[in-house]
T-cell receptor, first 114, second 113 residues
Framework: AQSVTQLGSHVSVSEGALVLLRCNYS??????LFWYVQYPNQGLQLLLK??????LVKGINGFEAEFKKSETSFHLTKPSAHMSDAAEYFC????????????FGGGTRLMVKP | DTAVSQTPKYLVTQMGNDKSIKCEQN?????MYWYKQDSKKFLKIMFS???????INETVPNRFSPKSPDKAHLNLHINSLELGDSAVYFC????????????FGPGTRLTVL
């Protein structure tokens, strides 16, 4: 069975500071990993995905994530936070099972201080 | 053009009522999903349909019944609504293949009084 743990339900950074959102997964097979962002009262939007190609994945809005098999991690980073980055971020894993089911982490709320 | 749309956006109803949420996608995808997001923002898969056939049916009360009239639509009907059904329900669609991302609708906020 697959699972995802996001360390820190709330992360607060200053504008211009590094953003680091942590995600660890558990999977019995090589996983496919995703980061989604949810702005208030909106649906989820894909930031980036890992599909067994390059381990460093670049996404939209300046975000990137690195897949580390030895650490079973897929942490999300951005060098410089912007006020508009304030949102809820979800890490998700798919094992390639029938139906391509996504299992989500509990989410991390990113707050950006001016 | 909205890729994945849901109606209604908000739904307020009394306990015991029956309600439906509709979902449509214009992306040409062959797989559609329903997810439930609870008050703590936790997201969980409920159902998955591929080419109008049920693929995934997680542990969901049988008061919830999905129906897919065609590949572009996946509706969710809920009977005998309970307080615990209050949540945001998201429809999503995707192409076959685990590496393909899912595209989410804007959500339907259901409040059961």
């Amino acid at each position: 069975a697959q699972s995802v743990t996001q360390l820190g339900s709330h992360v607060s950074v200053s504008e211009g500071a590094l953003v680091l959102l942590r995600c660890n997964y558990s999977s019995s097979v090589p996983p496919y990993l995703f980061w989604y962002v949810q702005y208030p009262n909106q649906g989820l939007q894909l930031l980036l995905k890992y599909t067994s190609a390059a381990t460093l994945v670049k996404g939209i809005n300046g975000f990137e994530a690195e897949f580390k098999k030895s650490e079973t991690s897929f942490h999300l980073t951005k060098p410089s936070a912007h006020m508009s980055d304030a949102a809820e971020y979800f890490c998700a894993v798919s094992e390639g099972n029938a139906g391509n089911m996504l299992t989500f982490g509990g989410g991390t709320r990113l707050m950006v201080k001016p | 053009d909205t890729a994945v749309s849901q109606t209604p956006k908000y739904l307020v109803t009394q306990m015991g009522n029956d309600k439906s949420i509709k979902c449509e996608q214009n992306l040409g995808h062959d797989t559609m999903y329903w997810y439930k997001q609870d008050s703590k923002k936790f997201l969980k898969i409920m159902f998955s349909y591929n080419n109008k056939e049920l693929i995934i049916n997680e542990t969901v009360p049988n008061r919830f019944s999905p129906k897919s009239p065609d590949k572009a639509h996946l509706n969710l009907h809920i009977n005998s609504l309970e307080l615990g059904d209050s949540a945001v329900y998201f429809c999503a669609s995707g192409a076959s293949g685990s590496w393909n991302e899912q595209f989410f609708g804007p959500g339907t906020r259901l409040t059961v009084l």
